[in-house]
């Protein structure tokens, strides 16, 4: 495995970023947009088996009091396999102890994978969602009136 933190991004393959983010069931993105996204980006970390990109992610912060990981893609055929765990641990040391809020959000059904590695459930945290699969995938239902 190779692992790439900062590479020259004018040397990724940003169609098969756009393929490995449609192969995890998310939101099409547009090659342009994400190479711009990825430029904005503090530190970003990509991993190759031989010259084929497996897995991805990248952090967005202010330098002091707020953090995001996101983008937080490993390629399904090597899942299972420490990288997520690898990518997750290894953007959050780069950030080090500056920030007051480190937040990510995970993908429908992997909220046990980031508690297996010590986050936790942020009890404050809101979205304004951004269509009706945003809402219903990354929403708590609504309570009744009243409640």
Known sequence: ???KINPDLSTVDWAYVCELFSKVDWRK???AEIAAAFGRSSWTLFIYKEEQLIAFGRTVDDGRYYAVLADIIVDPDFQGNGLGKYLVNALN???GDNYHFVNLTAAPGKGDFYKSLGWKKQSTCFIWPQGPKQLRQHTEPEEEAGN
Do not use: A, I, Q
Request: no cysteine; charged share 55%; hydrophobic share 20%.
């Open 29 to 31: 993105r547009e090659e």
């Open 1 to 3: 495995m190779t692992y």
């Open 93 to 95: 040391e780069k950030l």
